[in-house]
């Protein structure tokens, strides 16, 4: 079984900060990438932002230079601060992981926690 609770979603106005965490939790072997995507109704889901194992990161145009994912390996927690936002940003945000549970996983997978709102007032 394997875990993932967000926090630290809320309500904020255009151009303020809000802090996202992620905390990882149960049956794991290896985290190699952890990530944040949004989605909107009646819109797919996106990538915001990912790190891998090593701290090397990939954003999405939309959010470059406004936030910063991070990760904390001996907590197993993945962090996405935001900063100058604006109502485009308003979104269910969700964190996930690609883990290994086992030393015999061959094949990671993702896992995906619950969402959390993020709501950006003009």
């Known amino acids: 079984q394997v875990q993932l609770v967000e926090s630290g979603g809320g309500l904020a106005q255009a151009g303020g900060s809000l802090r996202l965490s992620c905390a990882v939790s149960?049956?794991?072997?290896?985290?190699?990438?952890m990530n944040w995507y949004r989605q909107t109704p009646g819109e797919q889901r996106e990538l915001v932002a990912a790190?891998?194992?090593?701290?090397?990161?990939n954003y999405a145009d939309s959010v470059k230079g406004r936030f910063t994912i991070s990760r904390d390996n001996a907590k197993n927690t993945v962090y996405l601060q935001m900063n100058s936002l604006k109502p485009g940003d308003t979104a269910v945000y969700y964190c996930?992981?690609?883990?290994?549970?086992?030393?015999?996983?061959?094949?990671?997978?993702?896992?995906w926690g619950q969402g959390t709102q993020v709501t950006v007032s003009s």
């Open positions: 996930g992981a690609f883990l290994t549970t086992t030393p015999q996983d061959i094949v990671p997978r993702t896992y």
């Open positions: 149960g049956s794991i072997f290896s985290i190699r990438i």
């Open positions: 790190i891998g194992s090593g701290g090397s990161t």
